[in-house]
């Protein structure tokens, strides 16, 4: 793993790590922010769920990095759903751009990580 890979899978678990937990325990900002996305409690929980797995993941990838490429690579797809669910909703775009933000940073740990793999 490089360090570019583990700065970015740090500042992933970090970000999803609490993000994810919050959308477990439900607080109550989730709660606001995904009912106004049109999402029941259990979707917010589920969403939660996979933000946590994949934080579990990257801490895997630090000692089998492959496991790190799925889970960035999940990563980047949930923000593609959240950014598509916010435009959906209608939200302004610069309430979207951490979703944008969040998943560059993933995208680029994926690539790092796929690259390094075929290296």
């Known amino acids: ?3 570019a890979s583990t700065i970015l899978s740090i500042a992933l678990i970090a970000f999803f790590g609490s993000l994810g937990g919050a959308k477990l325990v ?3 900002s989730v709660v606001e922010h995904v009912t106004a996305l049109g999402f029941s409690m259990r979707a917010c929980r ?3 769920g996979l933000e946590i797995a994949a934080c579990l993941g990257l801490i895997v990838g630090f000692f089998w990095e492959p496991v790190s490429l799925v889970a960035s ?3 980047f797809t949930l923000m593609i759903g959240a950014l598509r669910a ?3 909703a ?3 775009i610069r309430t979207a751009l951490p979703a ?13 990580t796929a690259v390094n793999l075929a290296v």
């Open 100 to 112: 944008v933000w969040l998943g560059a940073v993933a995208l680029a740990a994926t690539v790092i």
């Open 73 to 75: 690579l999940g990563l």
């Open 46 to 48: 589920i969403i939660g």
């Open 90 to 92: 209608g939200i302004d």
């Open 1 to 3: 793993m490089t360090i």
């Open 26 to 28: 439900l607080a109550p």
């Open 86 to 88: 916010q435009l959906w």
